[in-house]
């Protein structure tokens, strides 16, 4: 009755996990975040299997050698951990990208250590019932210290709460903060599950409550790559139109602007440097652009090509070229940065809507466009009497 019983509970989530695997392996290339995530997706399904595996062991008429309970129970309380640890990974990627590599080695360092201690623990079950032991029906029962493993999936799923809620405050965008709490919901729903199971032993529902909270992400993962830019992670063109025309039809009354600018000599870093470098230029400039706007909310997007937009309620000319201060002492800072085969700069241009009497969408984007060419017109002309 215990094997069908827990056969029942996982089928379906299994299933679920199994059809979004392969759903997410077919899609594009596996960039590190969705191998990770990829990873927790597989870490989550070998727990289901383990689990129905060792409680299908009660029901063996033929002799079963007596390490295996136990071992099978050592790997699913550490699959639980590692699948945690694996969340909180996925978490820096998607949350940080490319800016973890200051402090990755030292991280991966002290988690590997910390897994390789706490595994000690969980292996020495079998000599020092501290934690569990197996009884002569070939199931698992909870010993003095069984709650051990539970904090230990705890801390790592506050942790990532924690995380994802510190990155939250930090975002001015609303859908990165949004994004934040989709995050947030893995841990917080995952968490649930696992102290009904603390509290109520019988009811046996933290692996499907984290199967539920993958499957949210995932969709949620989904549902962004329709509004997001493929590449640098901001709001893509398609998302720009609708927002400025939601932005219009709102009509608040409020003054509002719109910065248009792109990469200076962005064809020379491709062809010095190749396509690659030519991405990561773009992701860098991307992030120029979010530490610059962490001070206020304003819409960030990929226009498309090496152009890319900022939409803020500026409330005249002087405060939207507060904002063009930033973005030019954010793309000084990240020159000063050391080993940096290409240089970056943005050429500007900046238009209010109390400019465009027309109430034309398509003449605000123009004229800003203008600008910022002018803009970067202006700095050539620059560079050729310096070179004079």
């Not at 990929?302 to 002087?318: A, C, H, L, P, Q």
């Amino acid at each position: 009755m215990t094997t069908l019983t827990h056969l029942s509970i996982h089928l379906f989530p299994m299933s679920m996990l199994l059809i979004l695997y392969i759903d997410n392996r077919k899609k594009g290339k596996q960039a590190k975040e969705k191998r990770i995530f990829n990873c927790l997706v597989l870490l989550t399904m070998c727990i289901m299997a383990v689990d129905i595996f060792g409680w299908s062991l009660a029901d063996w008429s033929w002799p079963v050698p007596s390490a295996l309970p136990w071992v099978v129970q050592i790997v699913e309380i550490l699959l639980r951990a590692s699948v945690f640890g694996c969340w909180i990974v996925h978490l820096c990627f998607r949350l940080y990208g490319d800016r973890l590599q200051k402090g990755k080695k030292a991280v991966s360092g002290i988690l590997a250590v910390s897994f390789i201690v706490y595994a000690v623990v969980i292996a020495g079950s079998p000599w020092t019932h501290l934690i569990f032991s197996i009884g002569p029906d070939r199931l698992y029962r909870r010993e003095a210290f069984y709650w051990i493993p539970e904090c230990v999936d705890c801390i790592l799923l506050l942790a990532g709460a924690i995380l994802v809620t510190a990155a939250g405050r930090k975002e001015t965008s609303r859908e990165r903060r949004q994004e934040c709490e989709f995050l947030r919901f893995f841990s917080i729903f995952s968490l649930v599950g696992i102290l009904t199971d603390h509290f109520w032993e019988d009811w046996w529902i933290g692996i499907p409550c984290m199967s539920v909270s993958i499957l949210f992400v995932y969709i949620n993962t989904q549902n962004q790559k329709i509004t997001m830019d493929g590449l640098t992670g901001l709001n893509n063109r398609r998302e720009f139109d609708r927002y400025l025309h939601k932005k219009i039809e709102q009509g608040s009354g409020q003054e509002w602007g719109i910065l248009m600018l792109d990469v200076d000599d962005f064809k020379s870093i491709n062809d010095r440097f190749g396509h690659a470098a030519g991405d990561r230029a773009l992701c860098e400039t991307a992030d120029i652009l979010r530490h610059a706007a962490q001070r206020e909310p304003v819409f960030l997007a990929r226009y498309g090509g090496d152009e890319f937009s900022v939409v803020g309620n500026w409330k005249n000319i002087e405060e939207a070229g507060e904002m063009i201060r930033r973005l030019n002492e954010e793309a000084e800072q990240y020159n000063k940065e050391e080993n940096k085969p290409y240089q970056l700069s943005l050429s500007i241009g900046c238009a209010m809507w109390s400019e465009n009497e027309s109430g034309s969408l398509e003449e605000l984007i123009q004229k800003a466009d203008e600008r910022m060419y002018e803009h970067k017109m202006g700095k050539k002309e620059k560079k050729i009497l310096e070179k004079g």
